[in-house]
Structures are given as C-alpha cells and as structure tokens.
C-alpha cells in the first residue's frame, strides 16, 4: 500500500492507539494537517503552540496514556519548548510532532526553519529529524515505545515538509522499533532485597516517601500493602500526591519546602527513610549535609542515574516498584510501631494551632479556605484538580485531600507559571467523564488565558478557579522574607476576569467573602461549559510552614503563633 | 580521571548527543576520540573525564539513557592499552636537526616529514610519555601540535560492541549499572 508520509504519520499514530492530538497548523505541518481528514482524530486547535504542549501534558497525567501535540516549524515549535521541558522534569510521556522545511533547504536558514532536533536535545529523552517518508512509520513506533518506556518523558519528532509529501510503501510490521541502546532494566540481586528487608524490620523511625514514580508505574496497591504490614507513616512529593489515599490514617502529608512542619520534623528523627519513585529534589531535601542525618536510605527507583545523585543511598532497588515492592514484601515483618506513631501524632499537634484553618474569617477570604472548601464540594465526585505555580499550588497540595492517584496535575519540577488551564484542558480531553477544575493564580491564569478560546471552541468543559490576590504571590513572599518587603514587579493588576470570561462566551463568578464560595462551586459545577470563579482573596497572605531554599529541613519559618489577626497573615 | 569507552549507533548527531550530555551534567571533558568500531553501523568513543567514583557511575547511567548508546564501560580500573597520537612541528634548521632526530629517536618517536626549517615528528604512545617527548624538544621551539587525545582498549579476548542488534538482553548486563529506555 502506497502511502504519502503524511498519511504514514496518521496511519501509525492511530494504531499506536491515538485518538486526540493538540496543534496549531502552519506551512510546513500542512501536508500532515491536510491528511489528517481522513482519520478518525480529534484535533483541538491550540491558541498558542505552549499549550499544545501542556494539553498533551496534561492529557497524559490524567490518563497515563501518551499525549501527542503538533505544530509547524520555526515559532511553531519553538514555542513548544516551555511545554517540552515542563513534561521532561516531570517525566510525562508526551510526543511531540513538528514540521520542517524541505530537506533541501535545511541548514540554510529558509523561511521559519530552526534547529528544533539541537533545541530541544537536552529536554527530550529522544528526538528524530525525519527527512524521508520510509522513516516515518519507524519514528513514531520508537517515540511511543520510548516515551512511555521506563521512566517517562517527551519525544519530539520533526518531519520535513518533503518527507510528508513524497510516497512510500506503507509497512507496519516492517518499521518494528529498532532500538539497539535499548535494555531491559536487570531486576535487583537478591541480596540487596534481604538487605533491605532487614533494614525495614530493624527500623523503629521509618517513613515511606511516595514520589510521582509510585503513579507511573501504578504501584499504588503494594505501597499501601507495605505500609499497612509494617506501620510505616507515608509522606508524599507534590507530585506523590495521590499516590497514597490521603485519608489513610498512616499517611502524614507532603514533604518538603512547604511540606506538614510535623512532615519534616518526622523525616529529620527517622532511622530509615523508604524512597519510591522518587529523587530526592532539592525542594524535598533542604541543606543535604543535615538532611535526615540519623537515617539509613532505601531508594527503589527505576532510573539508575537517580540513584546516589542527591542523597547517598544504603540500598539501591533498581526497577520498577510495581516489579520490585511484590519481591520485597514478603520479606518485610509485621510491625505496630506504636511509639514512633505516637511521637508524630504529638509532633502535629502545635501545627494544628497554627493552621491557617483555625484562623476566624472574619470578612477575609484565605485562599486555603477556598481551596478547602473546594474539597468538600467536590470530594464525593471523580475531580481532577490541575493547578498553576505559586502559592496556590502550595495550599492545594496542603487544603486539598487527594485519595485517588492522577486526581491532582502540577508543574513541580519545572515549575511552569501557565500550566494549569491548558493542561486542564487535555485533562478533560482524556477524562471527560471527570470534573475538572483548573486552581490557578491571577498571574499564571493571564499567562495562558488565550486558551480559554480553545476550550469554548472545543467544547472543553473545564471549571477555572482564580486565586487573585493581585500579586505574583509567590515571588512577593520570598520578598516578604528575603528582600526587606521590597516588592520589585510583583503587584500585578488584571483585567476584570468575569467580563473576561464573558467575553470569551463562558460564565463568569466574582467571590469574595467566604460565605460565598461553596454557592459559587455548586453554581459552577452545575453549568454545563466552561466557568471562570474570580476568588479575590486576601492579598498578602504567605504560605506556611517554609523551609526557605537551602536551609535544614527541620529549620523551617512557622505560621506565628497564636495568630495576630492584622488581615495582612503575618 | 576516568577512561570510558563508548559505543554508540554510527548516526548524525550522536556526537552531539553524547558530548552535550557531558556539557548538561556539568562534566568536563579531558579527551574524546572517536572513530570505527570492528562492528560496521557502531563507532567507539574513547572519553576521558575528571570526576570521582560516584561521578563515573552516574556518567555511565546516564550515557546509557541516550538511545543511541549501544555500551558502555569504564576502565579505569581494567588494565588497558592506552594510547595517544602527537605530530609535533618543531623547528629546526641544519644546525639543531641532529640533535632532535636523536631526541626522537630516544623516545621510539618518527620523523615524517623534513623541511629546511623544520620537522614533523609523530609519536604514538601513552600520554605521559608524549609529554615528556614535549618537554625535550620545547626548548627547539615548537611551532605546531596536534594531539588525538587517548584511545584505549582492554586487555584481552573479546570485542565488546556485541550489544549491537535489536533489543540486545539482560544477558550481556553489567551488574553494576541497569539500563533503561
């Protein structure tokens, strides 16, 4: 069968399972967009080619399926690369299609050509110029074994114009994946199982670490298995949220910068922190030379060039934990560790004093009480929460109680600022049987607005909350504390967000006292399309506990206490 | 300093692909010399870094995340075969050429090329002893150099690029580093 490489392109995506894509056309993708008529694909046209990305992004997250994006060439996939390197640190599988100018004319700086393949080589896990239609077949077959193989990450593959254009045989079983680097990761010795089995039954301080890894490889089960028999208390990353349910009496809470104060306390008293499918981020660790000084490390890991590269590690299982947590765990002993459950039932108990939870409203909106709130009106129903960077971030992953795994999509190791709405677009797009709600603050909502376009025109159901409190508030909070209260380029002014909305075709919601938050979610949830809540919330509000960057764990800036009620939450 | 030795799919841009790693991890490289493999489709890298044990490992995990690296090894610690190649320009005229070409013949270095005021000497042999060679015949004035940087290769039977091929098994693994795509 005689195909173009354009309907090569289209042929193999489809039987490498794709159903939707995320793109914005141009010159030198045309033959592809002009093929892809005639497949059974649903193309959500982008408004901004980063979106795309993330859309792909986030339709990944949600589904653990790969997202796939398009764009032309030049601007086209330059503006991609924010969204690539999002889905690199976060280890997302996404494939990533570009055009490029006829391979006559590559390396001659022809209208909008860039060097996409050298752009992009330090933020993909692999990348392909394709300049002939018999190649095509084969580099999409190897983007998607690549990108959801092992530890996940992007692929991005550039087609020139003349490779989509010209006609080839069309052989499916002929373009297998021919991967000689490619190997299958040796299962760990097992001596290092019973060594690390002996580690867990002689601790009497362990805590189990859930990282984004636990998700990936949907080792959820054993992980709960493991700390149900042994009485481990589990703390998560940002990106482990989910992983282990929320309300499972062991689980403690998120780790680190802005992690539980009792979180970090207990990681600093442990004798034996169990690491799973995660690495040791500089946001996780504080200072590493007083970081957990009194414990041995279990690290089950499944990229190898994680281990020891932050934190030197006592027992290295290298693998997947969904492989390697089956093997460990008949060697693990049943265990009731009562007294190391207690010490951290105590260790909570000043925080709960400080929470921003027992602060009386009093006519202020706190965004943790909106965050809340937005729990308790969505927790009985499936709800993904896709949120921006900043302070809003923070306080969801401490406010929002996540039970399910892929019921909450972050930026954590790129921290993106414009993530949210279009990655809650490709979340809805992967999920649409779920609710889903973009948590984002004013600043990176007006980054990525535009794409609210995209979801009215695509019939893209997402809810947008906005936390506005008129600042970059992240940013001025580290100026809060660091700078003297200099507030250089943080007060931010924005439009009128419910006009905005109206102006796009959707429903608008201004909130601003707390009385009328659920009112506004009920209102939301029960509209059919696209919302946008306008929460004007308190606008100097600081997020505690702080471990502020490279300090020890345990040194960590706390809610002051008892709260001085001044309106500014300092 | 550690020794890798690198086989990697004979393709454009895997160079690139390998020395942007290093530049990426914020390794330095000492030397690289790259060329052939006895296995046609593969080429060989011999790569020289500075860097502690823990580096190395994480060096070699990481070369083995580039789809294109078909094997790595470091040996460092294996005896080997090391070898760097100089051609050295040195001036000389009539009256300083005898007594170079017998510095060069003290150090089992060749004359390749005479000119009325100069000669090219190439040598072959560890790193050391090429710069000691240097050391002797700077003080003649050396107008050029071009040096390979080391290639090196283990004592012993077996050619190591048989990893080539489709999917190449858990068999041939290392029990030190594990792989993954």
């Known amino acids: 069968m005689k195909l173009t490489g354009a309907q090569i392109l289209w042929e193999s995506l489809v039987r490498e399972g794709v159903t939707d894509v995320f793109g914005y056309p141009g010159g030198a993708i045309l033959p592809a967009y002009d093929a892809m008529l005639d497949y059974p694909i649903r193309h959500v046209l982008v408004r901004h080619e980063q979106g795309a990305t993330h859309m792909a992004d986030g339709y990944a997250r949600a589904s653990g399926r790969v997202g796939v994006a398009i764009a032309t060439s030049g601007p086209g996939a330059t503006n991609m690369v924010t969204g690539i390197a999002t889905a690199m640190l976060d280890s997302s599988p996404i494939v990533c299609i570009t055009g490029q100018v006829g391979s006559r004319l590559i390396g001659s700086d022809a209208f909008q050509e860039i060097d996409i393949t050298g752009i992009t080589l330090p ?31 992007p692929v991005l593959i550039d087609i020139t114009k003349d490779a989509q254009q010209s006609s080839c045989e069309f052989d499916w079983d002929a373009a297998a994946p021919v991967v000689p680097g490619w190997r299958r990761v040796p299962d760990a010795t097992a001596a290092a199982f019973e060594e690390a089995a002996a580690l867990i039954n002689a601790a009497e301080r362990p805590v189990i670490f859930v990282g ?27 990106l482990g949220i989910g992983g282990f349910p929320a309300s499972h009496p062991l689980n403690i809470g998120m780790m680190g910068m802005h992690g539980e104060a009792w979180v970090n306390l207990a990681i600093q008293e442990a004798d034996l922190l169990i690491a799973c499918g995660m ?43 969904h492989d390697v947590l089956p093997r460990l765990l008949p060697l693990v002993a049943a265990s009731d560790r009562a007294a190391w459950l207690r010490r951290i039932h105590d260790l909570k108990g000043d925080s709960a004093v400080r929470d921003i939870q027992s602060l009386p409203d009093e006519g202020h909106l706190y965004a943790a009480h909106v965050i809340n709130d937005l729990w308790r009106a969505t927790r009985e129903t499936e709800t993904i929460v896709v949120t921006d960077v900043g302070q809003h971030q923070m306080w969801e992953a401490q406010y929002y109680h996540h039970d399910v795994p892929r019921s909450l999509i972050t930026s954590g190791g790129l921290g993106t600022m414009g993530f949210a709405v279009p990655a809650a ?30 979801a009215v025109q695509d019939s893209i159901d997402i809810k947008v909350a906005i936390i506005n409190n008129g600042y970059l508030g992240m940013v001025r909070q580290w100026q809060e504390f660091f700078y003297e209260r200099r507030y250089a380029a943080t007060p931010l002014s924005g439009p009128d967000f419910v006009k905005l909305a109206e102006a796009f075709g959707i429903r608008g919601i201004a909130v601003s006292t707390r009385g009328d938050v659920l009112p506004a979610v009920a209102a939301a949830r029960s509209h059919a399309g696209p919302v946008v809540i306008d929460f004007r919330v308190e606008q100097e509000d600081t997020v505690y506990p702080m471990v502020p960057a490279g300090a020890d764990l345990h040194a960590m800036i706390r809610r002051p206490n008892p709260i001085v009620e001044t309106g500014a939450d300092v | 300093m550690h020794t890798f030795t690198v086989y990697v799919e004979d393709r454009p841009g895997v160079l690139n692909r390998v020395a942007s790693l290093f530049r990426r991890r914020g390794f330095n490289i000492h030397s690289l010399a790259v060329g052939h493999s006895e296995t046609p489709g593969v080429s060989r890298m011999t790569v020289v870094v500075q860097t502690d044990p823990g580096g190395a490992q994480r060096i070699k995990a990481h070369l083995y995340k580039l789809i294109n690296v078909v094997r790595v090894e470091d040996i460092t610690e294996v005896p080997s075969i090391v070898r760097d190649l100089a051609l050295i320009k040195v001036s000389a005229d009539a009256q300083s050429r005898p007594a170079i070409l017998q510095l060069a013949e003290v150090f089992g270095a060749r004359v390749v090329d005479v000119a009325p005021a100069s000669l090219v000497i190439e040598m072959a042999g560890s790193e050391a002893k090429i710069d000691g060679l240097l050391d002797v015949l700077r003080p003649h004035g050396v107008l050029e150099m071009v040096r390979t940087g080391r290639v090196a290769m283990a004592r012993g039977v077996g050619s190591r690029s048989n990893g080539a091929g489709p999917a190449a098994g858990p068999a041939d693994a290392e029990a030190d580093v594990s792989y993954s795509v």
Request: proline letters at 5%.
């Open chain 1, 123 to 153: 933020i993909t896990k692999h990348n392909y110029l394709v300049t002939r239609a018999d190649d095509v077949a084969r580099a999409v077959r190897e983007a998607f074994v690549i990108a959801k193989s092992g530890r996940p990450g």
């Open chain 1, 279 to 321: 690495r040791f981020d500089d946001r996780v660790t504080g200072n590493l030379r007083t970081y957990a000084p009194n414990a041995k490390k279990i690290h089950i890991e499944i990229d190898p060039s994680e281990i020891n590269k932050n934190v030197a590690v006592d027992v290295p299982l290298v693998g997947d934990l």
């Open chain 1, 212 to 238: 984004h890894g636990v998700m990936i490889s949907g080792a959820m089960e054993p992980i709960q298995t493991l700390a149900d028999r042994a009485h481990i208390p589990v703390a998560m990353t940002l």
């Open chain 1, 425 to 454: 677009i490709g979340a809805k797009r992967a999920r649409p049987e779920a609710d889903v709600w973009a948590v984002v603050g004013d600043g990176g909502f007006q980054m990525t607005m535009c794409e609210l376009a995209t």
